[in-house]
């Protein structure tokens, strides 16, 4: 197992800690009526995505080098096969 496949994994648990944070934060702050509902309701959400983000990065990363790897191997094999003349097929 890799190991950006654990940070993955520890995403979950550092999202429900921060939307924990999040919402005891959010809960103690002074805010008018109207505000606080639209403010608690994603205001936890927002920390958690950041608390997320560092243990999600090192995951897609590795999924982007992989695609772009294959997507360069797809095209040098692809200029390989093709013919030299330059005409277009057809």
Do not use: W
């Not at 606080?36 to 999600?56: H, N």
């Amino acid at each position: 197992m890799r190991s950006s496949t654990i940070l993955l994994i520890l995403a979950m648990p550092a999202g429900v800690l921060g939307y924990l944070v999040g919402v005891r934060i959010t809960e103690a702050l002074p805010l008018p009526a109207g505000v606080k509902e639209v403010v608690v309701l994603f205001g936890p959400l927002f920390i958690a995505g950041l608390c997320m983000l560092p243990f999600l990065v090192p995951f897609f990363d590795r999924k982007a080098t992989e695609d772009l790897a294959a997507y360069r191997r797809s095209q040098e094999s692809s200029q390989d096969g093709g013919d030299d003349t330059g005409d277009p097929p057809g």
